[in-house]
């Protein structure tokens, strides 16, 4: 017999509260008991989000809801900044591009965290920067941007926001949106809320509410301002992923259950055991500086080729790791620790990376990262 485990950063494990949920015979989305969800669904969001405003729901992968992010807020002849330090960033140039949005890039090394002062230094030299998109946590490398900075910097510019893909942020650490003064949020589902993918989520500030009423760029499917509309009704603008959103107020009221903070701490100290237990075992982060609490991306010595190290967690032990992309393709795995894990979770996956370790003749002493491990999750 063997078990599957996912271990990527998204797709993620799915607690069994949360499938049972979703196997129950599909209701109608036009029917009031579906507006109960759906109204139960609004308030989860805004807590989890941290945000007085609506919290939009679209049926699409995390992709569509950054997609919505540029077509709702820039209008043509806009410029835009976007940070990009890994694949994600990446993709927020490639949808200015297909708007036709011209945009100012920071590009990042791969594995860094960017420097704010970067973006202080653009804006004040292109007043033409209506939106400045970055990561909260940068998947393709590990690493977790300091959006709070960025934040400060952009609030002293009326004419710009702040917009920050959180698809692996939001329930994993605090971003506490409207504190932090961020204009537009995006997550999506497959992640740290304990889905399968097929939903995205966007929340927008009252001032990102302004540049929407502006906005001339085409959109349809992601129309911000009716969808907001419907939103506020317990409606969506069209069919939804009926499932899926009845699993949405499960896993919202498991997050509440467990409560924000307490989510949060879980995620740290997962984290911080799998850094610490990575480097017992003589392996670097690849994102030394600014770990996300997301996943870990683990760099490998010359002679270990992660592609088949991935390829041997599957062979072995049924786990899929996440491999590196584009540039850190073969140099680094990446192991999830978003969403529904635990402290033995982690001793079963590193553990696993131990044994394949020894296989591949890499020196180190069997044992020493899972005690690291431990150590962290005994406190
Ligand atoms: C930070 C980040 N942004 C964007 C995406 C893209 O989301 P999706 O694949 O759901 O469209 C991902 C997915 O892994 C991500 O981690």
């Known amino acids: 017999m063997e078990k599957k485990y996912l271990f990527s950063p ?21 029917e009031p008991e579906f507006e109960k969800v759906f109204a139960e669904i609004r308030e989860g969001l805004k807590y989890l989000f941290q945000t007085k405003n609506e919290v939009m729901t679209f ?3 995390g992709t569509g809801a950054m997609e919505g ?3 709702n807020l820039l209008s043509a002849g806009d410029k835009a900044i976007v940070v990009r330090g890994g694949k994600f960033g990446e993709r927020w140039g490639e949808i200015c591009k297909a708007y036709k949005i011209e945009f100012v890039p920071i590009d990042v090394e791969w594995g860094r965290a960017v420097d704010p002062r970067k973006v202080l ?9 209506r939106a400045v998109y970055t990561q909260a946590s940068e998947t393709s490398t590990g690493v977790r941007h300091p959006v709070q900075e960025i934040a400060e910097i952009v609030k002293r510019f009326e004419n710009t926001v702040m917009v920050v893909d959180a698809i692996t942020g939001i329930g994993v650490f605090d971003i506490p949106m ?15 809320l304990m889905l399968p993918p097929g939903l995205s989520f966007a929340a927008l500030s009252d001032k990102a509410w302004k540049f929407v009423e502006k906005s001339n760029l085409p959109k349809f499917y992601f129309d911000f301002k009716k969808e907001l509309k419907n939103t506020k009704k317990n409606q969506s ?5 009926i499932s899926l959103f009845i699993g949405l107020r499960e896993s919202l009221r498991m997050i509440r259950k467990e409560g924000r903070e307490a989510v949060f701490r879980r995620h740290e100290r997962l984290a911080e055991a799998t850094r610490r237990a990575v480097k017992a075992i003589g392996l670097e982060l690849y994102a030394p500086d600014s770990p996300s609490e997301a996943c870990t991306a683990v760099k490998f010595p010359a002679g270990i080729d992660g592609e088949k190290l991935k390829a041997l967690f599957f062979e072995r032990f049924g786990i899929t790791v996440a491999e590196g992309q584009e540039q850190a393709k073969g140099k680094i795995i990446r192991i999830a620790h978003l969403g529904y894990y635990d402290r033995l979770d982690m001793i079963m996956v590193i553990s696993a990376l131990e044994m394949l370790l020894k296989e591949m003749n890499h020196p180190f002493e069997l044992g020493a990262g899972v005690r690291a491990a431990e150590e962290v999750l005994m406190k």
Not at 12 to 26: G, Q, Y
Not at 121 to 129: G, H, N, T
């Open 121 to 129: 230094e653009i804006l004040q030299s292109d007043p033409k920067i």
């Open 59 to 61: 049926t699409s992968s």
């Open 69 to 71: 992010a540029v077509s």
């Open 237 to 241: 603008s069209y069919t939804p992923a």
């Open 10 to 30: 998204g797709p993620t494990m799915l607690p069994s509260e949360i499938l049972l949920k979703m196997a129950e015979p599909v209701m109608h989305h036009r």
């Open 178 to 192: 409207d504190a932090w003064g961020l204009d537009a949020v995006v997550s999506g589902s497959q992640k740290a």
